[in-house]
């Protein structure tokens, strides 16, 4: 095994705890830290690398092939500010990255490293064919965990494949302005964060700096940055008067 950076094996570390507290993991079965496998609470096999470095198409395919061949589901994770374009930047694909992002239904999962905490979060490639738009998007829900089989018809990566996503991966930002119940309030509040209702006042506060520093007018001069950091702030008063603090 290579050099495992302190970034991926905290990332690494995060996903095994994230997947406890949602009672995702039934079984761990071997964690060599950038790879994870794992039974789900679910019973599938699911096999999760955190990547840091180059990532060459024939790995990717013989990862996908070694773990077809034992029933395993593939989730590919990656260290956003090494391996991926910025948020907003229209970039050219690679072909391992056309490769994740036609596996992962036109996203690629990475996560990424804020003040000692790590975010597990969708990065959309916007647009056809090479040219692509990255959009950041908000944290997954681990309860959405699942496995399927998706077909792929790129040069150097055709077949059908196994993979783990995230359903509902959008990471969509919800509108939390409607007038409803409070209940119903606070759950949009906690989607609009990207977070599971129930999150702890650690998770709500790093959640909220992760959006606040893509959506701050400031930061961001795309039409609507203002309007969507209102409802973040508004959102984010909610579940700190909800959770007492």
């Given at each position: ?85 910025a948020d907003g930047q229209v ?5 391992w990255m056309e490769a994740l ?137 909610r579940l700190l008067e909800a959770?007492?603090?």
């Open positions: 095994m290579g050099h495992i950076s302190f970034e991926v094996a905290y990332a690494s570390a995060v996903f095994i705890e994230r997947l406890r507290t949602f009672g995702r993991l039934g079984k761990m079965l071997h964690n060599g830290i950038d790879i994870v496998l794992f039974e789900a609470d679910t019973g599938e096999k699911i096999s999760a690398h955190f990547i840091d470095s180059a990532l060459p198409l024939y790995e990717i395919r013989h990862v996908l092939t070694d773990n077809q061949a034992q029933g395993i589901a593939t989730l590919y994770i990656l260290w956003a500010d090494m391996m991926l374009p970039y050219v694909a690679n072909d992002y036609t596996l992962y239904d036109n996203s690629i999962y990475a996560f990424e490293m804020i003040e000692q905490e790590a975010f597990l979060f969708p990065v959309h490639f916007r647009g056809e064919g090479l040219r692509r738009k990255a959009e950041f998007g908000t944290t997954v829900r681990f309860s959405s965990l699942q496995t399927r089989e998706v077909t792929t018809y790129l040069a150097g990566l055709q077949g059908t494949w196994l993979i783990a996503d995230f359903a509902g991966k959008s990471g969509y930002a919800h509108d939390a302005t409607r007038e409803n119940e409070m209940l119903v309030t606070l759950s949009e509040d906690y989607a609009l964060l990207g977070l599971e209702p129930g999150a702890t006042l650690l998770e709500i506060k790093t959640a909220y700096r992760v959006l606040a520093r893509r959506y701050h007018p400031d930061l961001n001069v795309e039409s609507g940055s203002s309007d969507a950091m209102q409802k973040l702030n508004a959102a984010y008063a959770v007492g603090k």
